[in-house]
Every structure is written in C-alpha cells, then in structure tokens.
C-alpha cells in the first residue's frame, strides 16, 4: 500500500527564512505528487505538481519541489517565507498503477511565519 | 465562479441517526471524490466516483454510502455503523480522474456528534 510521510508536523519560522518541509512516499512504481496548501479559513488549493521531466518543479507564490527517486523524497522549498506563508501544507502521491487518480495524502504540516 | 458547495458547513448528529452531507460542483467535472480528515491523520479516501451512476470504496468506506444520480452532485451519507464519525470531511473534483488531473476541493462540512 501506498503511505507519505511528512515528518514536520509544526514549524514555526520568522519572515525572511528559508522554508524546507519534508515528504516521503512509498510505492514501487511510477508516481505522480502533489504539494497543496491550505490557508486559514480557505479551501484546499493545489500549490504545485510533478508528473514527469524535470524533477525540479516549481510552483504559485515562490515555491518550489523536488523529486529525488532515489530517495523518495519530494521535499518543497521556499527560499525566503512572508507572514502570508501561515497555513498547513500537505504532500499527496498518486501512484500510476490504475489510470484513476487516487491521493494518498501526508498528515500535513501546519506552518507559522511570525513577522 | 466556478467550484464545488459543501453543505451545511457544520453540521451535528444524535448518535443512531443518519446524515447525508452534500456536494455540488459546476465544474463540469466527471470524477469527484469524499475524504475525511482527522486531526493528525491527514486526507482519507472515503468513496469516488469516476463519472455518472458508478463510484467505487475507497480506504475507509466502512459506515458511509454513496450515490452518483447527477454529475454535478455527489452526496455522501454518514451511517449509524460509524462508529467514529466526527470529523471533518472534504469533497473534490477533478475533469475525468485522470492521473495528471489536480482535484479542487471544497471548503467541508465539520460533523459532530451530540
């Protein structure tokens, strides 16, 4: 069965920071992954995607991912957080087994940017 | 705008009771989707459903059911055989279901029980 690991659950950064947030899957096979976000009071949005190509993807508002297979690793980036950055960020896998897309969703990582 | 309506927002229930939670989308999407989503546990997969008159369990379809009679609609009714039925729960779309498709999600119902 398909798992992702976010092993963040809070972080608290100052503005200005630089924002790396860990995501791990497993699943042997071919993958699709997400990053979205969820601002306070907002729905969930989808902040970035990889499917193929260049495993440096980037995405809305300054972020960016990176797919390392070796690893399983799809870690998202953000070289320098805004007070606005405050929400919970979740990493999804779908694995490409099915032709259904089927999310198997991290627990989240609920980000605090203090001005 | 174009999106998904979760109805009501919150939502509460006597224990033993049914309660069916609504999603509507004007999306013109075929696949939609149910989650739950609990408090440390991230997004599970409740039921989906591919197009019109089909949908399929998903992770933790135990003590929910499904009906697709109408594209845009995708009612999720919640059991008296969930037994852990508080949560917050998550409607989404997507165009077809397919793999490099993004879901769009809904802004949930919170189901408490009285």
């Known amino acids: 069965a398909q798992s992702v690991s976010q092993h963040n659950h809070h972080v608290i950064l100052s503005e200005a920071a630089s924002l790396e947030l860990g995501c791990n899957y497993s699943?042997?096979?071919?993958?699709?992954l997400f990053w979205y976000v969820q601002y306070p009071g907002q729905h969930l949005q989808l902040l970035l995607k990889?499917?193929?190509?260049?495993?440096l993807v980037k995405g809305i508002k300054g972020f960016e991912a990176e797919f390392i297979k070796s690893k399983f690793s799809f870690n998202l980036r953000k070289p320098s957080v805004q007070w606005s950055d405050t929400a919970e960020y979740f990493c999804?896998?779908?694995?490409?087994?099915?032709?259904?897309?089927?999310?198997?969703f991290g627990t989240g990582t609920r980000l605090l940017v203090s001005p | 705008d174009g999106g998904i309506t979760q109805s009501p927002k919150y939502l509460f229930r006597k224990e033993g009771q049914n309660v069916t939670l609504s999603c509507e989308q004007n999306?013109?999407?075929?696949?939609m989707y149910w989650y739950r989503q609990d408090p440390g546990q991230g997004l599970r997969l409740i039921y989906y459903?591919?197009?019109?008159?089909?949908?399929q369990k998903g992770d933790i379809a135990e003590g929910y059911s499904v009906s697709r009679e109408k594209k845009e609609s995708f009612p999720l009714t919640v059991t008296s055989a969930q037994k852990n039925p508080t949560a917050f729960y998550l409607c989404?779309?997507?165009?077809?279901?397919?793999?490099?498709?993004?879901?769009?999600f809904g802004d949930g119902t919170r189901l408490s029980i009285l």
């Open positions: 990889y499917f193929s190509g260049d495993p």
């Open positions: 999306l013109n999407h075929d696949a």
């Open positions: 699943y042997g096979g071919t993958v699709n």
């Open positions: 989404a779309s997507s165009i077809d279901g397919t793999d490099n498709q993004p879901q769009h």
């Open positions: 999804a896998v779908n694995g490409l087994n099915t032709g259904f897309q089927k999310l198997v």
């Open positions: 459903s591919q197009i019109v008159n089909d949908f």
